[in-house]
């Protein structure tokens, strides 16, 4: 794809220079904490009790981040044989496998952007939550033994249509259970009322985010999905943080003054699409590009929200967290995610849904059995599913990408 070269008629946004500064300063602490001996280091699934690990004092490290780094530098498709040639088939999460083949390579797209971190923080325990998927459970245990670390998981509910008390009980009691083996391990006391002020930040970020991205509810969009996946960066590894509050307050501030001034993050919008399933991570860019001169705006995406935590709660902490947990999208049966996708329709005034069938995360893919035409026939919105993959550029056509996109455009023209 040629795109990377034209130049782009998406909008910046200024606030990027915040967030760029304090993601270097978040990394450049949990390498400092392991070069110094100064802290432990936990290793959390992205949507896994990061508040818990926090509230202990943890520097908590998020292998997806560094998964998506690694595909939205390209280096990924390199690095995924060495993963696959040790048993770990390219049919599965192509984060895992582009993250383990670096971590073979010994390579890292964190010393590319942070000067003078040569690799990623060696954790002192890793933990998992499967309500994303196994893969991170399998992920989790490679790591754990490589570094002789301790590893534990929370076994989450999976298809459920409502979540009930008898999830979030079950859920709640394996997060209790954890905080035994956590205090050995980071040396300090569970103290509830730093859980509760961790998890209060916690909410007050996802409030936020959701704030964010709910002001791509107004014509024009001030911003779009390829906005969203850049800055979602601190509501996935630093939320339960005053950072991550301040950050998005500066953001949305500036994303406010672009409604009242009635400018849109695409030139001219014209079409207004939502994005279900995994970015194509190598290709933000391009993509971003395609549909911004094609005057589309991806207004609201499955992925952004998947770090919408309003279900948190300090005064029921365990229980509430148990709940907001379970409650994500990727955890749910077809019913309850059709019914989030007719509201998110209604609320950002989609006129088509573009799905991601990604290669090697079924997990997030959701074209696969018949979603697609049952909300068509519902509700009437055109929709297109496209094949590629979050990390492995190889599982993707750009000519056909390009061609299908173009196509689809031209049809939601004709209905205009
Ligand atoms: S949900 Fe998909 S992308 Fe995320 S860790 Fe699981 S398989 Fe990988």
Known sequence: MTADKKESTRKKIA??????????????????????????VAWCTSVGPAEILRSLGFYVYFPENHGAML?????????????????????????LTSDIGAYLKKVT??????????????????????????????????????????????????????????HVQSISQQMKEMVEYLEKISGNSFDRRKLQKVLS??????????????????????????????HMGPAVVLRGTQQAVDYYKLLLNELKERIKNHEGAVDGERFRLYWDGMPIWGRIR????????????????????????????PSEPFKSMARAYTELFIVRADAAKE?????MTDLFKIDGIIYHDSKSCANNTNSRYGMPQ???????????VVNGDLNDLRCLSDEQFIT?????????????
């Open 15 to 40: 606030a990027t220079n915040e967030m760029k500064k304090i993601m270097a300063d978040y990394y450049y602490e949990l390498d400092s904490a392991v070069k110094n001996d100064s802290q432990k």
């Open 71 to 95: 595909g939205s530098s390209r280096m990924s498709t390199d690095l995924i044989p060495y993963a696959n040639a040790i048993g770990y088939s390219p049919e599965v999460c192509s984060y």
């Open 109 to 166: 797209p964190l010393s590319k952007v942070y000067e003078g971190i040569d690799s990623i923080p060696r954790p002192d325990v890793v933990v998992f939550n499967t309500n994303q998927c196994r893969d991170v459970q399998d992920w989790m245990t490679f790591y754990a033994k490589e570094f002789k670390v301790p590893i534990l998981g929370i076994h989450t509910h999976t298809g459920v249509n409502e979540v009930s008390d008898t």
């Open 201 to 230: 930040l916690s909410r007050e970020c996802s409030d936020l985010w959701k704030e964010v991205l709910d002001t791509a509810s107004n014509i024009p969009s001030p911003l779009t999905f390829f906005d969203g996946i850049i």
């Open 286 to 313: 391009a993509h971003s590009e395609l549909f911004a001169n094609l005057k589309a705006c991806i207004v609201a995406s499955t992925y952004c929200n998947s770090w919408i935590f309003t279900g948190f709660n």
């Open 339 to 343: 019914r989030y996708l007719k509201r």
């Open 374 to 384: 049952r909300l068509e026939k519902e509700t009437g919105i055109p929709s297109l």
């Open 404 to 416: 299908n996109v173009e196509a689809f455009i031209e049809q939601l023209a004709e209905k205009k």
